[in-house]
C-alpha cells in the first residue's frame, strides 16, 4: 500500500508568528494523538518562513515545501527565489504549476517546463498541478486539456526524473470555490491521468506515480476522496488553515 500525501497549500495566508505557531502545535498534536503513520503530510508555508519551518521539523517525518521558484538560475528577476536558494536553506520540494501561478501569473506550459527543468536541476522534488476551467469542461474537454498540460511539461522528463513528480488534479472550478468534483469525476480524471503514464513511461511508473487530488477538500469530503482507487492523496488550500480541519483530513 502506497502511503498517502497530504499537502497543506497556505498560499498568502499567515505572518511569521502564524506559521511558526501552526507548525509548532501541529507536531505536538499529531504526536501525541499519533496520527502520522501511513502517511506523508507536507506544509507550504510563503518563501520568507520557508527556513524556520524547515528548522522546526528537523528530525520529524513532516516535510516542508516551497510554493514557486523562479525558472532561471539567478540574475536580475527582482523579487524573484531561485531553485538554488531553496536548495540552500535545505528545501527540497516545490509545488509547480498551481492554476493560480497561470492564471494570475500569466504563467504557461513553456515557463513551467523551464521551472521543471530548473528544479530538477538542482534536485528539488516537484508537486504539479493540472486542471481544467468550468468553460472547458462545460464543453467535455478536459481530458484534452489535461493531456496537453502534460505533453507540454512533466511528459519532456525521463523516467528517472519522472521518480521526482507527484502529479495534483485540481479543476478550477473547484479550488477555493467551494464546488469540489464529484468523487466519480475526480476519480475518473485521475484514471486517465495514471494511463497518459502507463502509455508514456509503462506499469512501474504509472503504478508509482502519486496523484492527488485538490479543490475544496474539506473534512467532510475528505475521506470519500481519499478511498478513491487512483487518488492518492491531497493537496487542500482553505481547509489546511484551520488545524482542526487539517487535522481531520489527514486523519480520513
Ligand atoms: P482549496 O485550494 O482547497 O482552497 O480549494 C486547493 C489548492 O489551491 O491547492
Given at each position: ?23 509548532r ?20 508555508p ?7 519551518s524547515n ?55 513553456d ?10 536541476k ?22 484534452d ?25 485540481e ?35 504509472s ?35 484551520k ?10
Open positions: 500500500m502506497k502511503k498517502k500525501i497530504v499537502i497543506a497549500n497556505w498560499k498568502m495566508n499567515y505572518d511569521l508568528h502564524e506559521t511558526t505557531f501552526f507548525i502545535n501541529f507536531l505536538k498534536i499529531i504526536f501525541e494523538r499519533k496520527i502520522n503513520h501511513n502517511k506523508k503530510i507536507i506544509i507550504s510563503s518563501f520568507p518562513f520557508l527556513y524556520i528548522q522546526i521539523l528537523q528530525g520529524t517525518s513532516l516535510r516542508i515545501s516551497a510554493q514557486n521558484v523562479h525558472h532561471m538560475d539567478k540574475g536580475s528577476y527582482t523579487g524573484e527565489v531561485s531553485a538554488s536558494m531553496l536548495k540552500s536553506i535545505g528545501i527540497s520540494k516545490v509545488i509547480l504549476g498551481h492554476s493560480e501561478r497561470r492564471g494570475f501569473f500569466f504563467e504557461k506550459n515557463v513551467l517546463l523551464k521551472k521543471i527543468k530548473i528544479s530538477l538542482y534536485g528539488l522534488k516537484i508537486i504539479f498541478c493540472i486542471g481544467e476551467t468550468e468553460t472547458e469542461r462545460k464543453k467535455d474537454q478536459q481530458f486539456i489535461i493531456k496537453n498540460q502534460l505533453e507540454k511539461t512533466v511528459f519532456h522528463c525521463s523516467p528517472d526524473e519522472i521518480k521526482l513528480f507527484c502529479i495534483a488534479y479543476p478550477i472550478w473547484a479550488i477555493g470555490t467551494g464546488k469540489n468534483a464529484t468523487y466519480k469525476q475526480a476519480q475518473t480524471m485521475h484514471e486517465f491521468i495514471r494511463y497518459l503514464f502507463l502509455k508514456k513511461y509503462g506499469e512501474y511508473i503504478n508509482q506515480i502519486y496523484i492527488l487530488y485538490g479543490g475544496s477538500i474539506t473534512d467532510l469530503n475528505a475521506k470519500y476522496f481519499f478511498l478513491q482507487k487512483d487518488i492518492d492523496g491531497g493537496l487542500v488550500g482553505n481547509s489546511s488553515l488545524m482542526e480541519k487539517f487535522l481531520k483530513i489527514i486523519k480520513s
